[in-house]
C-alpha cells in the first residue's frame, strides 16, 4: 500500500474515531435542548406531564350565561368502554351543588354503552348580574373525572346549553412521566381557616 493510501487510511480512521468521541456530548446537548423547549412549552405536546393519576381527569369545560331566575343545561354522556358492567355517578361539589339539580345521580353502564346525565343548573333570583359561580361536576366510574363548570350572570341569557362527552376507561399502560410525582399535600386547615370559610360562604 502506497504513502498516499495510508494517508487516506489514517485521516478515515482518525475522522471516526473523533466523531464516535463526540457522539455523547452531541445526544447530552440534544436531550439538554428538548428539556428545556418542553419547560418552556414550546416542547413536544406527548412530553407533556398530565395531572397525577390518582386525581380526576379534567373532562372539559362549561360555560353558561344566565340571567338571575334563568336555567341552564349541562348533558354529561359517558361511555363505559369496558366489557363489564359498571355504577356512574354524577355530584356537583361546592357551591355549585346548591345550584344544580341532577337528572339521575347514578346509572348502570353496559359494556361498550352510553348514558346521558342532565345538570340542571338555576340561577336565584335575588343573585345580582356581574356575579360568576365556579365549580366541578364529578363524574366516578372506572376512573373519576370532573367537568369544570363556571355560571356567568348577566342581565341578558348567553349561552344554556353545554355537552360533555366523557370516555369511562381504564389505564393499564405504565406511563414514563408516572415516576415524577411525590406526595406534596395541603397543609392541614386551621381553626382559623375554617372559620374565614364560613363567613366567605354566608358573605
Request: glycine share 10%; net charge neutral; hydrophobic share 40%.
Amino acid at each position: 500500500m502506497n504513502e498516499a493510501g495510508n494517508g487516506i487510511d489514517t485521516r478515515a480512521i482518525t475522522d471516526a474515531f473523533t466523531a464516535l468521541l463526540g457522539a455523547p456530548a452531541q445526544m447530552a446537548a440534544t436531550l439538554a435542548g428538548s428539556l428545556a423547549g418542553a419547560a418552556s412549552g414550546l416542547g413536544s405536546p406527548g412530553c407533556a406531564i398530565p395531572p397525577p393519576c390518582w386525581e380526576p381527569r379534567p373532562a372539559g369545560r362549561c360555560t353558561l350565561v344566565l340571567p338571575p331566575g334563568c336555567t341552564g343545561t349541562i348533558r354529561v354522556h359517558v361511555a363505559n368502554c369496558g366489557w363489564s358492567r359498571r355504577v356512574v355517578r354524577l355530584t356537583a361539589a361546592g357551591r355549585l351543588a346548591a345550584w344544580t339539580k341532577l337528572e339521575p345521580t347514578a346509572q348502570v353502564v353496559d359494556p361498550q354503552s352510553r348514558v346521558t346525565f342532565v345538570a340542571r343548573i338555576r340561577v336565584p333570583e335575588d343573585v345580582k348580574p356581574g356575579e360568576t359561580l365556579m365549580g366541578p361536576l364529578l363524574v366516578r366510574g372506572c376512573v373519576d373525572h370532573f367537568v369544570r363548570v363556571e355560571v356567568i350572570v348577566a342581565e341578558e341569557g348567553g349561552r344554556a346549553l353545554c355537552e360533555v362527552a366523557i370516555e369511562d376507561c381504564a389505564d393499564s399502560i405504565h406511563h414514563w412521566y408516572d415516576h415524577f410525582y411525590c406526595p406534596r399535600p395541603c397543609r392541614p386547615s386551621t381553626r382559623k381557616d375554617e372559620a374565614y370559610g364560613k363567613d366567605a360562604a354566608h358573605g
